[in-house]
């Protein structure tokens, strides 16, 4: 496998994880400036063409507006791949690469990154052995604010809604039923603030609160149901990216092998994307 991207999520995660995994074989990492790895004692293929013909499999860690070309590419060349979220720069690219992968017979994971951590999957347990009505899911930071993730351009540009949304929308959209309608959404561009309620097909509604420019130490995560089955609440985000991503590696693994989708594949990018896209336009962005 080999890695496109060398900033810090590819670093502290991607890399990282695939170094460290028994089922992997890291061959090494692309980047459009070769400086980017100048510190890594790793190999950097020279182009995207050697990437390719080096590997059987792709990990992405750069922008969405760069990740959907080249991983059209990766798939064209028979390149099974792990996708960063957002899937795309926007809808119509999403669903480009979905028809590219779908056409190539390829199989893919989206880096729902916490849907990989065993803390919330005993949630998941929880909420589908009951009756559920109603959910929160609120995501608040200091990202924007300092830190490794400060200066990334896509994020400041997205906000929220593109960084932690796809994790927020994926997990209540799983925990009570596909979102088929954005009933209101709102965002306070100069503060990152942004509040929607969704509507799913189950007829429950989720609260959806997001923010990259909080000053919150830690960072808050809350996820929660509530109804005839009581109240199932998730905060817990202990379990390292790394260690999810390791589990996400396994899984990924035993798609490729056996020929079988995963649940968190690129039709899941694509249809959070399309939830995402339509808390923007009701937010009049």
């Known amino acids: 496998m080999a890695t496109v991207g060398a900033g810090p999520w ?3 995660t991607h890399i990282a994880a695939l170094r460290a995994h028994p089922r992997v074989e ?13 510190d890594l004692d790793i190999p950097r293929f020279d182009s995207v063409e050697a990437m390719l013909d080096a590997c059987d499999a792709v990990t992405f860690a750069v922008p969405p507006q760069a990740q959907a070309g080249l991983a059209v590419r990766a798939a064209g060349a028979g390149k099974h791949l792990i996708l960063d979220k957002p899937i795309a720069g926007d809808v119509a690219e999403a669903e480009d690469l979905v028809a590219a992968i779908t056409e190539a017979g390829v199989r893919s994971v989206v880096t ?13 347990d929880a909420v589908d052995a009951g009756t559920f009505s109603g959910g929160l899911g609120c995501w608040l930071s200091g990202a924007l604010l300092g830190g490794r993730y400060s200066g990334s351009r896509w994020r400041a540009d997205g906000g929220a809604l593109l960084d932690v949304g796809p994790h927020v ?10 979102v088929v309608d954005v009933v209101t959404a709102d965002v306070d561009r100069d503060t990152d603030t942004w509040s929607a309620t969704l509507a799913h097909e189950s007829g429950a509604r989720t609260a959806v609160q997001l923010s990259l420019r909080v000053p919150a130490r830690p960072t808050v995560s809350q996820f929660r149901v509530h109804g005839p089955g009581g109240v199932v609440e998730l905060t ?21 092998e056996t020929g079988t989708d995963h649940p968190c594949d690129a039709d899941r990018g694509l249809h959070i994307q399309r939830i995402l896209a339509d808390v923007a336009t009701a937010a009049g962005v």
Request: hydrophobic share 45%; proline share 7%; charged share 30%.
């Open 112 to 124: 729902f990154t916490r849907r990989f951590a065993p803390e919330t999957r005993r949630f998941l």
């Open 236 to 256: 817990d985000r202990s379990t390292s990216s790394p260690d999810c991503f390791a589990v996400l590696i396994d899984e990924f693994v035993d798609a490729v």
């Open 169 to 178: 929308v994926d997990l209540m959209d799983r925990a009570l039923g596909p």
């Open 10 to 12: 590819a670093r502290e």
């Open 26 to 38: 890291f061959a090494g990492v692309w980047t459009r400036r070769p400086e980017a790895t100048a």
